[in-house]
């Protein structure tokens, strides 16, 4: 009985006496490598064990023996016999063997559950990272509107050859930039404010590598390859662009001289995936956009790295370091999943995976630019709430010279009052969404229930999903996303109270 014990356990056991391997289970000779215990039987020992931890072997070895107590569990290194190095939890006690001292040793691969500890403490350090990040972005965000808003009124009032013209121009093309930055910032926090909607990704894929075929420059081929059938997802078409911008500009910056960028749709079904970076996903049909360059590749120690924000693989001064994160992010924030493979000489090939949309009409975003009718809404009035005084004041200006009529809360407490004692007719709320007592989406509850036919309008530079876990009103109600130019304002109040009319 005690035979079969041993014999059966999961769990690796052996003893050495002598330095040297006197018995192993079947489980111990699995662990080692090895088709029989012939192949260790009379080894030292120490050749199995990695040669950084072998003073720790023969320390715990001679506490055994000398003082005949149970060694505690520790972990340390073992070498199986083909090589691979992997790492265990060894327990150890005395016994006599053959009329000789020895140690008993029972020993569980924990190398699996460590790289899982390691993932959780990479996805904790990123966490962390994101939330820092879009701390500070959502408070530039607001200082970013500001200058974008003034500059752009200002520039509007000059004439053409104004000598103040070219300084004027060049704060709003570096407050233009920053914004981006922070875009970035946010999209790799997963606070970036995304609008999904539903695409066939074989069509919108296609738009845009349109557009970003001069990016990649003359020397790189660009094969397209769409999956046969409609590939529906739910999907921001501007967080799409940027996607593609980042990987074919990785991918041109990798290829030297000649190379080659495949990039391919596919749709496919995820049940119990074996990659890493999948097994978040919920099981069900995906769709895969691929993208496989002929590039110099990612060496492997560096490819654990490589989504982390301001790392690049770039000479200094040739990448921000936040191409691949800001993929990552708008990746996770649309539920979907990457991985990469690469190899030093052998291209790097990113798979991401987005959850098909099926039964969706598709749609693809219209690139061009939406013309504001020159009629505005006669008589209608606006609320808006916003805790920034700044952001206050420039977008009431904003909209009064739209022709609206503007009531201006610097906060939801402040807007209420405003409605009890404005008991005309307010059109649409645009409250911003985080605000200190109460957030937009709360206060638009309580203004719909005492003006239900109000409009409402979220602005925010934090996500959108932000809306939906605080229980977003109706689909209506849409986001602005900050820092705005005045002219997506106007649109977005116009778009609103369309909606209202037509409601």
């Not at 990479?122 to 972005?137: C, F, M, N, T």
């Not at 557009?211 to 769409?226: F, I, K, T, Y």
């Not at 209506?476 to 900050?482: E, I, Q, W």
Request: aromatic content about 4%.
């Amino acid at each position: 009985m005690y035979r079969d014990l041993v014999e059966l356990s999961p769990e690796a056991a052996y003893i050495v006496a002598d330095g040297r391997f006197v018995y192993l289970n079947p489980a111990a000779v699995a662990l080692f490598g090895a088709d029989s215990a012939s192949r260790l039987l009379g080894r030292d020992v120490l050749e199995r064990v990695h040669p950084d931890d072998h003073a720790l072997a023969l320390a715990r070895r001679k506490l055994v023996l000398t003082t005949g107590a149970p060694a505690p569990m520790i972990e340390m290194r073992f070498i199986a016999l083909d090589g691979r190095i992997f790492e265990v939890e060894v327990h150890a006690t005395k016994l006599i063997f053959d009329g000789r001292p020895a140690t008993y040793a029972a020993a569980r691969d924990v190398s699996a559950r460590k790289r899982l500890e390691e993932q959780v403490r990479e996805s904790q350090k990123l966490e962390a990272v994101g939330r820092l990040a879009g701390g500070i972005a959502h408070d530039f965000n607001n200082t970013l509107a500001v200058i974008l808003g003034h500059s752009e009124m200002l520039l509007a009032d000059l004439p053409a050859d104004h000598a103040m013209r070219e300084e004027l121009e060049a704060i709003h093309r570096a407050a233009q930039h920053s914004a981006t930055l922070t875009r970035q910032l946010l999209t790799y926090a997963r606070r970036q404010p995304i609008q999904p909607r539903p695409l066939d990704l074989n069509v919108a894929v296609h738009e845009t590598l349109r557009m970003l075929r001069p990016l990649l420059g003359e020397n790189v081929a660009l094969d397209w390859s769409p999956d046969d059938g409609p590939c529906e997802v739910l999907l921001d078409p501007s967080q799409l662009d940027q996607i593609l911008t980042n990987l074919c500009a990785n991918a041109r910056d990798a290829i030297d001289g000649v190379g080659s960028l495949r990039i391919a749709t596919r749709r496919c079904l995820i049940d119990a995936p074996t990659a890493p970076a999948l097994r978040e996903l919920e099981p069900g049909a995906y769709v895969m956009l691929s993208c496989h360059d002929s590039g110099r590749g990612v060496p492997e120690e560096l490819l654990d790295r490589i989504f982390e924000p301001f790392f690049t693989t770039k000479p200094q001064g040739r990448g921000t370091g936040l191409g691949l994160s800001t993929v990552y992010g708008i990746v996770r924030q649309h539920h979907g999943a990457i991985t990469v493979q690469s190899a030093p000489g052998g291209g790097t090939r990113f798979d991401l995976y987005f959850p098909e949309h099926s039964g969706a009409r598709a749609a693809v975003a219209d690139k061009t630019p939406a013309v504001i009718s020159s009629r505005r809404a006669k008589a209608a009035t606006i609320l808006i709430v916003e805790d920034e005084a700044a952001v206050l004041q420039l977008t009431r200006r904003a909209l009064e010279s739209q022709g609206y009529r503007v009531l201006a809360a610097g906060g939801p407490e402040a807007a209420l009052s405003l409605l009890e004692a404005h008991p005309e007719q307010v059109d649409l709320l645009l409250t911003d969404v985080m605000m200190p007592v109460m957030s937009g989406p709360d206060l638009a509850r309580i203004v719909r229930g005492m003006r239900p036919d109000v409009g409402v309008l979220f602005m925010s530079g934090y996500s959108a999903d932000l809306i939906a876990r605080q229980d977003r009103l109706a689909g209506d109600a849409d986001l602005l996303s900050k820092p705005f130019t005045l002219a997506e304002l106007a649109l977005k109040v116009h778009e609103a109270l369309e909606r209202r009319t037509a409601a």
